[in-house]
């Protein structure tokens, strides 16, 4: 039997890890959820990949600053030396994901993957998508 591959999730806040009021109202505020809570939510995935993780920030992506996409690519480069890890997967808010993105781009220097993923409903929504 081969090893599941080992994929580092860095949280960050936003949409994904928003949590309302009620699962039928819309509204929401950002980042609330930990990491923790948002894996649990996902059935299985101990059988798809040796899964570790850490909240780098909780932050809606509208108060995304340099100091945290910063932080964000020193980390990633530092989990993609390791020749364990299979990639990077980082939960964003959409608003500013396509900046974040594109800095990553530009500072994180391994040829290994980095997703980028979020969500347009909170985690406590009904039908959450993240």
Known sequence: ???????????????????????????????QLDLTGLLKAVPDLDRLAQVEGEQVASVGSQDMSFEIMT????????L???????????????????????????TVKSSKPVVMTGAMRPATAIRADG
């Open 1 to 31: 039997m081969t090893a599941l591959p080992k994929v580092h999730i860095l949280a960050t806040g936003g949409t994904i890890a928003g949590s309302g009021g009620s699962s039928t109202r819309s509204g929401y505020t950002s980042g």
């Open 71 to 78: 932080r964000l690519a020193r980390r990633i480069n530092t």
């Open 80 to 106: 993609l030396d390791d020749d364990a890890v299979g990639g990077v997967v980082v939960t964003h808010g959409t608003d500013t994901m396509e900046e974040t993105a594109f800095f990553l781009n530009l």
